[in-house]
């Protein structure tokens, strides 16, 4: 069963407050008004301006050669793990990470890639004992060890860029080519304090995602080196990822970066005052990271703290047990935001 089939609340008509994820985000009156006026052309002939631009602009971000807009931060990684490696191929990766525990098997079911999982450090990285014992001999028995795949933030955790490379040096002295999941790496910039080429740089690909914070209705884009995006490229097309006249999505994209990056702070320190507000009401654990927080009730009733949010208008994703995870994003009012906070404390009253 999804994790997102027993939402309190998810159909209430009145909501004030969608905490579940910020890919809930949509596009305000400014973007919508990009998107309507965007130029457009058949992508898949490389004929669309607004597409063309979008891509060679997160690629100068990004300090890499060039960009891929795909659909979806799955099949952007999806993509990126076929580029890197071939059938028989190993990616060495989290256990808990995206690649790993929430998309579908993907790169095993339609690339015969074999993903080892190694267990998640509490700041979000890997230890680099384990990436160095995870790689495998040249023998005949054993893949061939090719990409380490690491992710930024990971749970909202803005993974720093010494641990980074703390990662990395074990992969690049064993030849191994390293990915970067960066659903919200712009998250993991501003709680930083870099830029997307600081973390970017130590990657030979890195996947970033427009529709969660940043507030694109659909997208991410795969940036990296020339052969290997031309490589993408095509392997964008073979698992259905050609769009043509996207000129309107990526419009979006470039309104995202212009307007909704900075403001990125708000959400971190909205998601601190959530933080805050929970520890003094005492009834349960709480830890936070960036824009989440998440929030264990001590009484382990999610699900009757979900009920009892949404009928104040606040929707949650507490239908399951253990942490619930709440997430701040730009669709926040303060209306919505002062309705979360009234809501908790009446609620543990």
Do not use: W
């Amino acid at each position: 069963m999804s994790q997102y089939t027993q939402t309190p609340g998810a159909q209430h008509n009145q909501v004030l407050c969608d905490l579940r994820s910020d890919t809930v985000t949509r596009p305000d009156a400014g973007m919508r008004a990009a998107m309507a006026e965007a130029e457009v052309g058949d992508d898949v002939y490389g004929e669309d301006p607004s597409l063309n631009r979008l891509e060679a602009s997160i690629a100068e971000r990004a300090g890499k050669e060039a960009a891929l807009f795909l659909p979806t931060g799955t099949q952007s990684n999806l993509v990126a793990m076929l580029a890197h490696c071939g059938r028989g191929e190993e990616v060495i990766t989290g256990r808990d990470y995206h690649v790993y525990k929430y998309e579908a098997g993907g790169a095993s079911a339609l690339g015969g890639i074999i993903l080892d999982p190694l267990k998640v450090s509490a700041d979000g990285g890997l230890e680099p004992a384990d990436i160095t014992a995870a790689v495998k001999e040249d023998d005949s028995h054993h893949p061939i060890s090719r990409l380490l795949s690491l992710e930024n933030t990971h749970n909202g955790k803005a993974v720093s860029l010494a641990r980074l490379d703390a990662c990395i040096v074990p992969a690049r002295e064993a030849g191994l080519s390293v990915h970067l999941d960066g659903a919200r790496v712009f998250n993991a910039v501003t709680e930083l304090g870099c830029d997307l080429a600081e973390i970017a740089k130590r990657f030979d690909s890195v996947s970033i995602c427009l529709s969660k914070g940043l507030g694109a209705p659909v997208g991410s884009v795969l940036v990296g080196p020339k052969d290997l995006i031309a490589r993408a490229r095509r392997l964008r097309k073979m698992v259905g990822g050609g769009m043509r006249q996207a000129g309107v999505l990526a419009a979006a994209g470039l309104y995202a970066l212009d307007h909704n990056v900075t403001r990125l702070a708000e959400d971190h320190a909205r998601a601190a005052t959530l933080a805050e507000t929970l520890r003094a009401l005492g009834a349960g654990a709480v830890d936070h990271n960036t824009n989440m927080v998440f929030f264990t009730p001590a009484d382990g009733d999610n699900a009757a703290l979900g009920v009892a949010l949404a009928k104040a208008g606040v929707v949650l994703s507490a239908g399951g047990t253990g942490a619930i995870r709440m997430v701040l994003h730009k669709d926040v009012t303060s209306e919505g935001f002062d309705a979360t906070l009234a809501a908790l404390k009446s609620y543990y009253s």
